[in-house]
């Protein structure tokens, strides 16, 4: 699985970062989370496919972080998109995109269009992962999301399989599934003989235009990877209060009292052109963080978050790394 930093500006693009949206790769789907201004060319930049963009959820109706959604929209109906498109957010959603299409038409797709108002607490449930929301405190209603895998099956061991006289073939499938199977002779053969323990998923947090709250400690317990604004510096912590933001040591904060394994600092103010001041502040609280930067890459190992290991993008690097 991979988290693609498309842009990680706040309010204002600039040369270096543009607005905000984060694209995770999983398996043969993309999310998009937040969809800010210029969200097109990043996604051509990452070389990701827009066919294959299956949800993207917004965070909360700013236009810094969904006026890229309907120039989305209107290129996949040009290129003839036949998948349908599922969207997610908070309450006012629906009359954005029926204001947007009463001008412009852009919503008329030949694919359907899923718009779906998310409340506090709101779960998106699919096979493999679940989606959850909580509330933000940004003045306006605001989403913070995390995005939780499934446990993994256990190994699968075909020599156990093979002691135990299960042939080769469909019954090794129903085995890995968790499925029990009777064998010709009448012998009951649980899953469990011949697979090990199940391995934890993967969970991915994301909130930003926020101030600190509990309910985003509780969604991003035990995280991988929590992906948080820190738009101002700690000397800036009245301003950040005054309009509904987060310092780098208030996110360290809260990635702290989380237990989350990654902190990824983003949606940084443009008054930065070195965010070094923003990491010494978070790292001294919480060792594990680093600054988001357009087009990074993060990859997270699969099934095994005890395993996972971590790189700081060293400068000049290519932007790409392995968690």
């Known amino acids: 699985m991979k988290i693609i930093f498309l842009g990680t500006g706040a309010a204002v693009p600039s040369k270096t970062r543009k607005l905000s949206s984060i694209a995770i790769k999983r398996k043969n789907e993309i999310l998009i989370l937040d969809a800010g201004e210029g969200l097109q060319y990043q996604l051509m930049e990452a070389d990701l496919n827009i066919m294959k963009i299956s ?61 779906k108002e998310m409340g ?14 909580a509330l933000a405190d940004h003045g306006i209603y ?79 317990q035990n995280s991988d990877v929590l992906i948080h604004e820190a738009t101002f510096d700690d000397a800036l912590l009245e301003k950040a209060k005054q309009t509904g933001h987060t310092t780098a040591v208030e996110a360290a904060k809260i990635a702290k009292d989380a237990e989350v394994k990654q902190l990824i600092l983003t949606h940084i103010s443009t008054r930065y052109k ?17 600054i988001a930067e357009d ?19 060293p400068e000049n690097s290519d932007k790409k790394n392995n968690i």
Do not use: C
């Open 142 to 220: 605001t989403l913070a999301y995390s995005i939780t895998e499934k446990p993994y099956p256990g190994t699968f061991f075909p020599e156990k399989a093979r002691g135990l006289g299960v042939p080769e073939g469909p019954l090794w499938s129903k085995l890995k599934s968790g499925e029990s199977i009777q064998l010709n002779d009448g012998r009951i053969i649980n899953s469990s003989d011949v697979v090990g323990t199940t391995r934890p998923g993967r969970k991915i947090t994301y909130s930003v235009d926020t101030r600190p709250t509990k309910y985003i400690v509780l969604l991003s």
């Open 55 to 115: 949800k993207i959820l917004i965070s909360h109706l700013h236009g810094d972080h969904i006026f890229g959604l309907p120039g989305l929209i209107l290129t996949m109906k040009m290129y003839h998109r036949k998948k349908p498109l599922n969207l997610y957010g908070p309450p006012g959603l629906i009359q954005f995109l029926i204001a947007v299409n009463s001008i412009s038409g852009v919503m008329d797709t030949e694919f359907e269009l899923n718009a």
């Open 295 to 313: 087009l990074m890459e993060i990859t997270l190992g699969e099934g095994n978050k005890q395993n996972s290991s971590f790189r700081k993008v």
């Open 120 to 133: 506090e607490g709101s779960v998106i449930e699919e096979k493999e992962y679940w989606i959850e929301s």
């Open 274 to 290: 070195d965010t070094a001041i923003l990491y010494e502040q978070a790292e001294k609280i919480f060792p594990n963080t680093i």
